[in-house]
């Protein structure tokens, strides 16, 4: 079973300008004025400098990530993560984290009213923070099939704490099996992380079918995103 | 063109350096401090507000003319102060006990204080005890809530059951916001609004406390 510490160079995990024009909720089809590029291509070299990503993966038998799943006992009655991880062939706790100063210099460009650079370098962070993950991700898919342990009709899928019915408070025992304080990552009594550009889970191996799920579950109506949707989408074409 | 008209468009444009120039200007020219602000700044950032509502703008555009916002505030609030003007209205504001994410509030703080509110923000991982707390001490007109989780959106519900313990719910307005949210989860808590985005707080508000 593996653990590894992946350093992520910046450059491998850098938005594109459409990717964090998009989190400023500009269209890709759109011109944005002069001074809205300048302030995307500003905000990505600043990630550029401040960005340190990180990962780590550590791979987790079965019944021992059951412990993890259950957590506190917080979970929602019915989740689509159950069912899913019972059926996996191969599980893989994983953090990454884009780490601090980034999140410092966001807070820095707010506090001196410098809102539109620090907005931009929010949304260039979140989608590193997001690139990281997919690599930590395609790192261990690539693991897998290198070591004939999944093959063409097999896929991964990663599901978080907080999300898809899993409670946050899982955070602390995912957190006490991963121990991703290695690559800079704490996690605080409400169970966020910090460095906050950062995002934990699982990664679920197996059979590409046994991801497939609804989004009917009573919390799937507070999700504003149902990205569960793109994501089982690009699994089926891996 | 005026002064105050010159004024409310270097900050649609986002030029802070002229909006701070122009305010000093006009207060070395005798202009009305009122004057200034609504005419000048506010009226600006409403301007602002509504093209960004009509998608002729994007955030960005709408931060930048913030920034300028505050240039003049910064130099139009002594003489707030010491004229005794008052803000249009308070807002306690504050990411929920649990969340730790708060861009999405910044920014409303920040559309709230361009239309001439007062803002005090509380920052993140705000207990109920603490929204209400400084909601009573301030006497602020409006508490504001913010939540990305949905995990952490409950202790939106336990703030309006406090509010109605500490019986100030009503007095004192409450309105939520967030990615996970919805209009009808506001109703189901009792919340008096849900607010999409800095723009629709700022109607919204103006609109529970009749300043609309």
Known sequence: MIRKILQI???????????????????????????????ADDALSLYGEKARPAGILMEIPRDEFGTVFQGRGSNEEESPVGPIYRASDRLALFAVTVGE??????????????????????SAASEGT???????????????????????????????PGYCGWHISAQEALFNALRPGEIGIALNESFLMQPLKSISGVI??????????????????????????????????? | MGIIQELSESLQRGDAGKVAEL??????GGLDTKTILDD????????????????????PDVLLAARAM???????????????IPAIGKVVIGTVQGDLHDIGKNLVAIMLKGAGFEVIDLGNDV????????AQKENAHVIGMSALLTTTMPVMKAVVDLAKERGVHGRTRIIVGGAPLSADYAREIGADAYCFDGTSAVECVKKLLGRS
């Open chain 1, 101 to 122: 100063a980034v999140c410092a210099e966001i807070s820095r460009l707010f506090r001196h009213n410098d809102f539109a650079l620090g907005s931009m370098l929010d």
């Open chain 2, 127 to 134: 207990s109920p005890q603490r929204f209400l707390d400084a």
């Open chain 2, 70 to 84: 505050v240039a003049g505030m910064e130099i139009l609030k002594p003489l707030l102060v010491r004229e005794g």
């Open chain 2, 23 to 28: 305010t000093r200007r006009a207060i070395d």
């Open chain 1, 204 to 238: 679920v191996a197996g059979r590409k079918e046994i991801f497939d799920f609804e989004d009917t579950f009573s919390f799937c109506r507070d999700c504003r995103t149902h990205s569960c949707r793109d994501r089982i989408s690009s699994l089926l074409e891996q």
């Open chain 1, 130 to 160: 997001e690139m990281a993950a997919r690599a930590v991700e395609d790192f261990y898919r690539t693991h897998l099939r290198d070591t004939g342990m999944l093959d063409s009709l097999g896929g991964t899928l990663c599901f978080s």
């Open chain 2, 40 to 59: 000048g700044l506010i009226a600006g950032m409403s301007v602002v507000g509504e093209r960004f509502k009509s998608h002729e703008i994007f955030l």
């Open chain 1, 9 to 39: 160079p910046a450059a491998e995990v850098l938005p594109s300008r459409g990717a964090v024009m998009g989190g400023q909720g500009i269209p890709r089809w759109t011109t944005p004025n002069g001074k809205i590029s300048q302030l």
